[in-house]
């Protein structure tokens, strides 16, 4: 059972930047595709990045791409999103996820969740 502990959220001007963490355990990381993923206020999760086992392959939401950075350690079991140039629009929640297999775009073809860590970017 992999236990993921998403953490770093917080409020922040528009134009900010930010670093989320999700520190994994119970499990064997390396073998996990991971995911962030968010909820703005009264809407689904929507995928914001997501990278392989590896590292070596990354997908991102059209909204953020040229913006934030997923990167992974695998010898430390954490997961990180850097968040540059934030938005309004990027409030929400965030939640990291991980899936024992390749990268997925949605909520449900993930098999583990996080609890969720408030971003609130002020305008």
């Known amino acids: 059972q992999v236990r993921l502990v998403a953490s770093g959220g917080t409020l922040v001007q528009a134009g900010g930047s930010l670093t989320l963490s999700c520190a994994a355990s119970?499990?064997?990381?390396?073998?996990?595709?991971m995911a962030w993923f968010r909820q703005p206020p009264g809407k689904e999760h929507d995928l914001v990045a997501a990278?392989?086992?590896?590292?070596?392959?990354?997908k991102y939401a059209d909204s953020v791409k040229g913006r934030f950075t997923i990167s992974r350690d695998n010898a430390k079991n954490t997961l990180h999103l850097q968040m540059n140039s934030v938005k309004p629009e990027d409030t929400a929640l965030y939640y990291c996820?991980?899936?024992?297999?390749?990268?997925?775009?949605?909520?449900?073809?993930?098999?583990?969740w996080s609890q969720g860590t408030r971003v609130t970017v002020s305008s």
């Open positions: 996820s991980a899936v024992h297999g390749p990268i997925g775009s949605t909520w449900y073809e993930y098999d583990y």
């Open positions: 119970g499990g064997t990381f390396s073998r996990y595709a």
């Open positions: 990278i392989s086992w590896k590292g070596d392959d990354s």
